[in-house]
């Protein structure tokens, strides 16, 4: 900051981006600002290499230019020269490139085109990471189309950085963050708006099948296996046929070579197979997600098992006729120290089901979810209440990656304990466990469909949280 107070003078703008400094005025200012750089530079420990400076002139001022600057080894261009990612010269210059970025832009969609054929996971999340992948899309979007709107949400975020530097504040004042934190904010709600008109404007065009899936695509963590990168040691990458088949259930799209039969004997569909108790998938989807459930669990609570047995019964009578009365009564899992004091027993159950299946299609996904956290409730709530003296939990899913209310509550607390334990921030956290139930049910659902029905599978682990948030880049949610 002293040598920018020192080499003020007379130049008329002035700006610093680490250590590239930058000056526009009068010739006459500039060498003057020069002369200050070079001779008061080294006492800061900032060494001016003309062999990389350049000063750009009008071609009317060409000839003045050679003379003040004369000797300097300052190079001088009538055309214009890249600057910070950006173009500064002639219409001619800017013009030749920004096309010369074009066309690499191009090339590079070229080359993730014939990538995609092998990599299809790998060349979507290249092109689309970091874009909106809610609402039922698949955050591709059209770069002329969007041109004008990017273009004017730049000048916004920018403007109050851009006040500071025709003012000449030598001094950063953070009501500048403010001021861009908040246009980022409004940017970001106005374009979920524009999204939002934009669904409601082209959802009264689809089929009601299509929009029955788009809406259950649209639901909070159905997405979330489309915005993280795609790697294979957090469980987050998906082989070509595997990309291809979840697209296709996302869209109710047909995929490619299915057998007309299933081994099972009845015609082979989509919702047969989701559905299909041959060779365990059903009962393959489900564990992977209570072992998900309880290695998640063992992080924050003590004493976590899976399947624990329930107290015999002793004459107690319950209010409801579907509750569970079997002494040998199993739920998925079980842990100490969750949702009260660290002795009180919290138990979960999962279930999983198809809301396209046939005898659900008439029915709103939102009533579905209720009806089997009643479902679960009326069988083991009051048992765990009254003879547990502890607390249950349904966790209730659809295949395509929605929870109910009650298992929506339960991960965002799991996420509450795992980013205060592990020191990562709550959203973060939470977009994970999105992330990873949603590629778990991906994947099951896709075993489903390709499997040769045989009882193998293995328990996931949480051991690379840390890891996986950072590689994986899982953003929050907004």
Not at 100 to 115: A, H, Q, T
């Amino acid at each position: 900051m002293e040598l920018v107070g020192e080499t003020w003078f007379s130049v008329t703008i002035f700006a610093w981006f680490a250590d590239d400094a930058t000056a526009a005025g009068s010739l006459t200012g500039l060498r003057k600002w020069w002369s200050a750089f070079v001779s008061l530079g080294p006492a800061f420990g900032y060494n001016v290499k003309p062999s990389k400076s350049w000063l750009i002139v009008k071609a009317e001022h060409l000839d003045l230019a050679k003379n003040l600057f004369d000797g300097c080894g300052v190079g001088i261009t009538v055309e214009g020269k890249r600057h910070l990612g950006a173009a500064i010269g002639s219409p001619t210059f800017v013009q030749h490139y920004v096309n010369e970025k074009v066309e690499y832009w191009v090339s590079c969609v070229r080359k993730l085109s014939v990538i995609a054929k092998a990599q299809p996971h790998a060349a979507y999340c290249a092109f689309t990471h970091g874009l909106i992948t809610r609402m039922g899309g698949l955050g591709l979007c059209n770069p002329s189309a969007n041109a004008n709107f990017e273009f004017n949400s730049s000048i916004q975020v920018t403007s109050s950085l851009t006040k500071e530097i025709i003012e000449q504040q030598t001094c950063f004042r953070m009501s500048v963050v403010s001021s861009q934190r908040q246009a980022k904010a409004d940017i970001i709600a106005l374009r979920h708006r524009q999204l939002v008109c934009k669904q409601s404007e082209l959802t009264p065009q689809l089929p009601a099948s299509l929009r029955r899936i788009v809406s259950l695509s649209s639901e909070k963590g159905a997405s979330s296996w489309l915005s993280v990168l795609p790697i294979e040691e957090h469980g987050f990458a998906l082989h070509k046929g595997a990309f291809r088949d979840a697209l296709c259930l996302r869209y109710g799209w047909l995929p490619n070579s299915l057998p007309a039969k299933c081994v099972c004997g009845h015609g082979f569909t989509v919702d047969h197979a989701m559905n299909c108790a041959t060779g365990g998938f059903p009962t393959l989807r489900h564990n992977e997600l209570r072992d998900f459930t309880a290695a998640a669990l063992s992080e924050v609570c003590h004493n976590v098992a899976i399947e624990p047995v329930l107290q015999p019964l002793s004459g107690e009578s319950f209010r409801y006729a579907t509750a569970n009365v079997e002494d040998e009564a199993r739920l998925d899992v079980s842990a100490h120290g969750f949702w009260g004091s660290r002795h009180q027993k919290a138990f979960f159950d999962v279930r999983i089901f198809n809301p396209t299946a046939p005898s659900y299609r008439n029915t709103a996904v939102s009533s579905l979810y209720r009806r089997f956290e009643r479902d679960k409730q009326r069988m083991y709530e009051q048992r765990i209440r009254d003879v547990e003296m502890g607390s249950f939990t349904p966790l209730v899913f659809s295949t395509f990656g929605g929870m109910g209310s009650a298992a929506t509550v339960a991960y965002k607390r799991l996420a509450s304990m795992l980013s205060t334990q592990r020191g990562q921030s709550y959203s973060s956290v939470v977009s994970w466990i999105r992330c990873s139930t949603s590629f778990s049910l991906l994947r099951s659902a896709v075993t489903c469909l390709r499997g040769a029905r045989s009882h193998r599978g293995s328990p996931v682990t949480i051991g690379a949280l840390d890891l996986a948030i950072l590689e994986g880049q899982v953003l929050p949610s907004h």
